[in-house]
């Protein structure tokens, strides 16, 4: 069988358009939000600004985050399982 379309290449794939989603997503709310809040308070320690850009970036930034740590416990529990 091929491994043309290998489980690391779809897991990227979605990955990758998970974040590209967030981002996008992070402009719309960013633009629409302002209107309601200049900032935004996170957990007491960060304020992001209600701008397009810095909501997109955050979108990103946390998405990314949170994919990467899933697919390392995936990579992780593989490897183990393999063992």
């Known amino acids: 069988m091929s491994d043309r379309f290998g489980g690391r290449r779809i897991l990227l794939l979605v990955g990758l358009s998970v974040v590209a989603i967030s981002g996008i997503l992070g402009l719309f709310i960013g633009e629409n939000g302002k209107q ?3 900032s935004i308070d996170l957990y007491g ?3 992001v600004p209600t701008t397009p850009l810095a909501v997109s970036l955050y979108g990103i930034i946390i998405s990314a985050v949170a994919l990467g740590v ?3 416990l995936v990579e992780f529990a593989s490897r183990w399982d393999e063992a």
């Open 70 to 72: 899933l697919f390392g």
């Open 36 to 38: 309601v809040a200049t």
């Open 45 to 47: 320690i960060v304020s």
